[in-house]
C-alpha cells in the first residue's frame, strides 16, 4: 500500500501570502490518480485538483497543483480567509484509496 | 442541486450491527461509481470501500473487509454499508462520496453520518 506524507502538518499564515503544501509517496503515483481535497470545518471535504494538477470545477485558480513520481505540490497563490482549513491528498494505486494525514492551514 | 444525503449512524455496542444509507439526488445516481470514506474523531480520512456504477464490483480496505459490505438501489438512487461486528476503531463519521466512473477521485461528498461503537 502506498503511503502518502504530507508536510508540514501545520502552516500558520497570514491572507496574502503564498502557502506550498507538500505530499510525499512512499513509491510513485501515476500523476492521473493524484488529488487534493480541502475540508473546513463542519463541512463536506470538496475536491480542488484532481490529476496532480486540473482544477475542479468551481474552484479558484489561486488553487495549483503540481508534481510527479513521489513528489507533489499544491499552492494557494494569495490566500483568502476561506482558504484556511485542513488539505488532504489522495491516491489510488492496486485497488486501494489511500488519503495523506493532511496540513492545517491556521491563520497566523 | 447536487446532493448526497446520509442517515443511519448513531450509537452502538460493540459487536453489533448498523446500516448506513444515503441518498443521492440532483444528478444521474446509476451513472457513478460510489464509495464510503470515514473519518475518526480528530483524525484524517479514511476509505473504507468502493462499488461500481451497476453494482457488480466492490473493493474493501482490509480493515473493514469480511465485515462491512456495500450495496446500492439505483432504481432509488440510495447507496447502502452494512457493518457488521462493529468495533470501538469503526467509530468514525461515515461520509458518502461519489465519483465519475473510470475515475479515482471524489467529486461529491455528503455530510457525513457519525457512528459510535461503545458499551
Known amino acids: 500500500e502506498i503511503v502518502l506524507t504530507q508536510s508540514p502538518g501545520t502552516l500558520s499564515m497570514s491572507p496574502g501570502e503564498r502557502a506550498t503544501l507538500s505530499c510525499r509517496a512512499s513509491q510513485s503515483v501515476s500523476s492521473r490518480y493524484l488529488t487534493w481535497y480541502q475540508h473546513r470545518p463542519g463541512q463536506a471535504p470538496r475536491l480542488l485538483i484532481f490529476g496532480a494538477s486540473s482544477r475542479a470545477a468551481g474552484i479558484p485558480d489561486r488553487f495549483s497543483g503540481s508534481g510527479s513520481g513521489t513528489d507533489f505540490t499544491l499552492t494557494i497563490s494569495r490566500l483568502e480567509p476561506e482558504d484556511f482549513a485542513v488539505y488532504y491528498c489522495?491516491?489510488?494505486?492496486?485497488?486501494?484509496?489511500?488519503f495523506g494525514q493532511g496540513t492545517k492551514l491556521e491563520i497566523k | 442541486e447536487e446532493q448526497l444525503v446520509e442517515s443511519g449512524g448513531g450509537l452502538v455496542q460493540p459487536g453489533g450491527s448498523l446500516r448506513l444509507s444515503c441518498a443521492g439526488s440532483g444528478f444521474s445516481f446509476r451513472n457513478y461509481w460510489m464509495h464510503w470514506v470515514r473519518q475518526a474523531p480528530g483524525k484524517g480520512l479514511v476509505w473504507v470501500s468502493h462499488?461500481?456504477?451497476?453494482?457488480?464490483?466492490?473493493s474493501y480496505a482490509d480493515s473493514v473487509r469480511g465485515r462491512f459490505t456495500i450495496s446500492r438501489d439505483n432504481a432509488k438512487n440510495t447507496l447502502f454499508v452494512q457493518m457488521n461486528s462493529l468495533r470501538a476503531e469503526d467509530t468514525a463519521v461515515y461520509y458518502c462520496v461519489r465519483a465519475p466512473r473510470w475515475s479515482y477521485y471524489f467529486d461529491q461528498w455528503g455530510q457525513g453520518t457519525l457512528v459510535t461503537v461503545s458499551s
Open positions: 462499488i461500481n456504477s451497476d453494482g457488480s464490483s466492490v
Open positions: 489522495q491516491q489510488y494505486g492496486s485497488s486501494v484509496y489511500t
